[in-house]
């Protein structure tokens, strides 16, 4: 079994920072690991501005922010990229089984950097009630058929929740065209940045409905309405509230949950509440030598923090192979 | 004169900015924490602009979509006008991030560039 100083999985802006810092702070031996095949995370689908204002204090796209850490990965001899590269176990004692085309690779690491990233809520988290058509979307992953594979998933939309994604895609489904009919979000206020409620909604008179929630959801094969109910602070449904709206396309921006399905595996242990590691300081897991950071440590709502914070990482790794 | 109540949106702060103003002019910005809120009140009272970011379809290269943007801000009634022109772009040549797509894009003499290289 082969033997790495580090290895870092995932190569998004959590795992690029902590590549490039560990390798600032000493460590000669990286590999990082992709399960896509480009570098870059999220960011590459995040064609919208608003990454970089406090890290390079400029304004940038999501690609553009990524390939400023491309460039600078590429340029460091000592990080070993390999793309298409999918983990698949990791155990206590940093033992990592990936996959990548034709090969299963096994290899030990001094120290293991999780940049992992989150994943989105679904319908079944959140219990909207109602057929099963298609035309259900998580706001990301409309954003990926959208903005990647160029395609328009629906006409007629309202999307579920205000967090940044569905500001963002409200906003998007609409510059291509499409109706964005509704903004529904049980709160009183949003989840998302304000400047997203201005620039994303109000900017194109999108109707944004706080305390209320979408109680089902109607259709056969694709959607054709649903039943949108006010609630009161507890969330309950007020009756005689109700009324339809028509639509083919309902997106999710319900919230994100850390990834970190594989050092529970290594035995980690996680908070059930927020799937976060439990841990006694930023980027720690409960397992030494494992270290977890960007979205996989905690949901954040811009990238330049993550970036931030995910250098510690590097660092903490770096000290950690040291002390070894 | 009259005083509106505009969300700065230049950074995710989100300053609320308090702008007196009268004929379409502004007299007074108050919450500003920083020069680029009051520069944006000035603008969003006067002629709103906004950086358009949006795909257009590549032919070439190892990605169908290169994602783009203006590179400065447009007018913000021109959006539409200029996302019925990103429609129609077909790329015929890969691109690298920062290419220049569209030298004079709807002869608003701001570029349509490129934000990702489309090779692998």
């Known amino acids: 079994m082969r033997e790495r100083d580090l290895v ?46 406090e890290y390079f204090k400029e304004v940038l796209t999501g690609p553009e922010y990524a390939e400023r850490f491309v ?26 089984t990936y996959l990548k085309p034709g090969i ?36 990301g992953l409309a954003q990926k058929l959208i903005n990647v594979e160029g395609l328009l998933p629906g006409k007629e939309v309202v999307v579920v929740g205000s967090g940044d994604i569905g500001l963002i895609m409200a906003r998007r489904f609409t510059l291509e065209g499409a109706k964005v009919k509704a903004v529904i979000e049980i709160q009183a206020e949003t989840r998302g940045l304000i400047r997203n409620v201005v620039q994303c909604v109000e900017d194109f008179d999108i109707p944004l409905y706080f305390n209320h929630k979408i109680s089902r959801i109607y259709g056969s094969d694709r959607v054709e309405k649903v039943h949108v109910v006010r609630v009161d602070k507890d969330h309950n449904e007020i009756s005689g509230s109700g009324f339809d709206i028509t639509c083919d396309t309902v997106l999710l921006s319900v919230g994100l949950i850390p990834e970190n399905e594989l050092i529970e595996m290594a035995g980690a242990e996680l908070d059930r509440k927020t799937n976060s590691p439990v841990s006694d300081g930023l980027n ?39 002390g070894l | 004169m009259k005083t509106k109540n505009i969300i ?113």
């Not at chain 1, 460091?76 to 206590?92: A, G």
Request: charged share 25%.
């Open chain 2, 8 to 120: 700065c949106i230049e950074c995710p702060q989100g300053c609320l900015l308090s702008v007196d103003h009268e004929n379409c002019k502004v007299l007074n910005i108050r919450g500003a924490k920083c020069p680029k809120g009051t520069a944006y009140a000035i603008t969003e009272m006067e002629d709103p602009v906004r950086i358009l970011t949006s795909a257009v379809l590549s032919e070439a290269g190892a990605l169908k979509m290169a994602p783009v943007r203006t590179n400065k801000p447009i007018p913000k009634k021109d959006l539409f006008r200029a996302m019925d022109e990103i429609k129609k772009i077909r790329l015929k040549v890969p691109v690298r991030p920062g290419d220049v797509i569209d030298a004079d894009f709807l002869g608003l003499g701001v570029k349509l560039i490129s934000t990702r290289g489309t090779t692998s």
């Open chain 1, 284 to 322: 720690k897991t409960s397992i030494p030598g494992i270290f977890a950071c960007g979205n996989s440590f905690k949901v954040y709502d811009i990238a330049d923090s993550v970036t931030r914070d995910s250098e510690l990482a590097g660092k903490l790794a770096a000290e950690y192979i040291r």
């Open chain 1, 71 to 96: 460039k600078k990965v590429r340029d460091i001899p000592s990080i070993e990229i390999s793309l298409r590269s999918f983990v698949v176990r990791l155990s206590r004692d940093r033992v990592l």
């Open chain 1, 104 to 139: 299963l690779e096994t290899i030990k690491a001094k120290a293991v950097i999780m940049a992992t990233g989150c994943r989105e809520k679904t319908r079944e988290m959140v219990h909207i009630p109602g057929t099963r058509p298609a035309g259900i979307f998580s706001a």
């Open chain 1, 8 to 53: 870092i999985v995932g190569g998004g802006p959590a795992g690029m920072a902590a590549a490039i810092s560990a390798h600032e702070n000493g460590v000669k031996d990286i590999l990082l690991l992709e399960r896509d095949q480009y570098l870059g995370g999220i960011l590459n689908q995040c064609v919208h501005t608003g990454f970089g204002i």
